[in-house]
């Protein structure tokens, strides 16, 4: 059976101030009238149910979930204890997956990405689970590139391995992490590298091998924790499996090392909705190239992105190139060339108890 793992763990720092502590980025209402995890959800019902959804994300936005989603059950989300990157949270999904179904089919998606069309990536999906069903394969997908990106992953491609329906599944030749801006241009002119987008296709059983080979101190971990799923020892087995296990991705652990790996070319609309900057390659702009979202004016003013998400009006004169954002008891201005920057700004507010409500 497909199963549907949706990571939700993530603070999206870079959109603070509308992102906060109790409410991070992918409870947001960014990309349309829908939050993006709501958006992630109903994205991939047509194929998987929602009773085969798991969101995995941080103990204290499950009850923030549960009131925010009315069709979302306590059943649908894994809590983490703390927060330690993606191997160890798809680890222990696959783990409670594979106790409760042995062929345990994955498909795990970020709840913070914006994809177009969603059936194209209906059929990729399909292409996918139905090699993962049947193979010991971890399948990526990786997205045509449309600009030579710095702030992404790319996946090298190798040669065909197959086409599965209308999709091309090729073998993978290496990942290389966020690449300086000649190398981004080398990467996208050659055609041979696609984004890594941190969509994965694998059976539970083969992920879990996977982990076994590539993290074994995991892997005990995992295999410690996975009887105890269902007792009354589940809640203090999983904070004890957390506490030992090192923050590191699923990527750097395991897709690097392993010798299975498999990428579907995805010829979509895709963006990793990272921050501020990112509203630029999807919202409407006016003549002078501004992005205003809410109560907002703009007089000679160009290339400005004002975000008002308070009362009242934002007005900007004879300004440029700036993000200017207003959210409940917060204002924040920053030139658009530092909006990746704003965790400088986070960072300040952490060292002084008296800023702390803002974070």
Known sequence: ????????????????????????????????????????????????????????????????????????????????????????????????LLNSDPHAVMVVLSADHLIRPVEKLLNILQAGTAIASVEDRLITIGVTPTRPETAYGYIKLGGLYKREGDSAVFNVSGFTEKPKVTVAHEYYYSHNYLWNSGMFIWSAESILKAIDICRPNLSELLSAYTPQIGSDKETDSRAELYQKTPSISIDFAVLEKASNVLTIKADIVWDDIGGWRALERYKEKDLENNIIIGDGLAVDTYETTIYNGSDGIIACLGVSDLVVVRTDNITMVVHRSKAGEIKKILTKLDENEKTHQYL
């Open 1 to 96: 059976m497909v199963y549907g793992v949706i990571l939700a763990g993530g603070k999206g720092e870079r959109f603070w101030p509308l992102s906060r502590a109790d409410r991070p980025k992918q409870f947001l209402k960014l990309t349309s009238g829908k939050t993006m995890l709501e958006e992630t959800i109903e994205r991939v019902l047509p194929l998987i149910p929602m009773e085969n959804i798991r969101i995995v994300t941080s103990e204290r936005m499950r009850e923030i979930i549960l009131n925010s989603i009315s069709y979302i059950k306590d059943e649908n989300i894994l809590s983490e204890p703390s927060g330690r990157n993606t191997c160890v949270a798809i680890g222990l999904a696959a783990s409670h």
